[in-house]
T-cell receptor
Framework: NAGVTQTPKFQVLKTGQSMTLQCAQD?????MYWYRQDPGMGLRLIYYSASEGTTDKGEVPNGYNVSRLNKREFSLRLESAAPSQTSVYFC????????????FGDGTRLSIL | AQSVTQLDSQVPVFEEAPVELRCNYSSSVSVYLFWYVQYPNQGLQLLLKYLSGSTLVKGINGFEAEFNKSQTSFHLRKPSVHISDTAEYFC????????????FGKGTMLLVSP
């Protein structure tokens, strides 16, 4: 039972470098989400994909792009990393209905120097 | 739009003491309510959820929460905490109607000491 798998677990980048964070789920969920977690800020939604073939902006989308590659996979790309994007990134998935809980990966810890 | 306020950023307690973590929400529509727990260096796990019916909801690890519609609150309680309950706790809401994402509070760090 893998659930939600995120890769890599840790990454250090230099300002201006690009990177793609990968996420895959094996629960046949329709919806997938990318969050960032910063101290004292809780989780803030970056982008989400309600179903395969759709993506929408969340609360803090600037500086990020996403791709819903298929039903299982949802990637997050930083085109030109900035120090303000140093954070812990979480991917989550859920069934279609809002009464269903989200299932989270273990996170990617990203530092940008 | 919804918003969630967790009134305490940290709650220190001694082992075997009771604890209450407070959560208030604001929404113009009816909502589902969730509590999640995050242990160090891990993702979030669902503790419990309120969808409808009885306002007292029981979750995992001996936690429970009570939904109070008039006070728009969903406080989390445990009668006797353990060291292993040390973690960050997040309250979250999602609108009932239509497709809705989760809105999280900023979290409460529960620190249990011997």
């Amino acid at each position: 039972n893998a659930g939600v798998t995120q890769t890599p677990k840790f990454q250090v980048l230099k300002t201006g470098q690009s990177m793609t964070l990968q996420c895959a789920q094996d629960m046949n969920h329709n919806s997938m989400y990318w969050y960032r977690q910063d101290p004292g800020m809780g989780l803030r939604l970056i982008y989400y994909s309600a179903s395969e073939g759709t993506t929408d902006k969340g609360e803090v989308p600037n500086g990020y792009n996403v791709s819903r590659l298929n039903k299982r996979e949802f990637s997050l790309r930083l085109e030109s990393a900035a120090p303000s994007q140093t954070s812990v990134y979480f991917c989550a998935s859920r069934g279609w209905d809002s009464n269903q809980p989200q299932h989270f990966g273990d996170g990617t810890r990203l530092s940008i120097l | 739009a919804q918003s969630v306020t967790q009134l305490d950023s940290q709650v220190p307690v001694f082992e075997e003491a009771p604890v209450e973590l407070r959560c208030n929400y604001s929404s113009s529509v009816s909502v589902y309510l969730f509590w999640y727990v995050q242990y160090p260096n891990q993702g979030l796990q669902l503790l419990l959820k309120y969808l409808s019916g009885s306002t007292l909801v029981k979750g995992i690890n001996g936690f429970e929460a009570e939904f109070n519609k008039s006070q728009t609150s969903f406080h989390l309680r445990k009668p006797s905490v353990h060291i292993s309950d040390t973690a960050e706790y997040f309250c979250a809401v999602s609108a009932i109607l239509g497709y809705s994402t989760l809105t999280f509070g900023k979290g409460t760090m529960l620190l249990v000491s011997p």
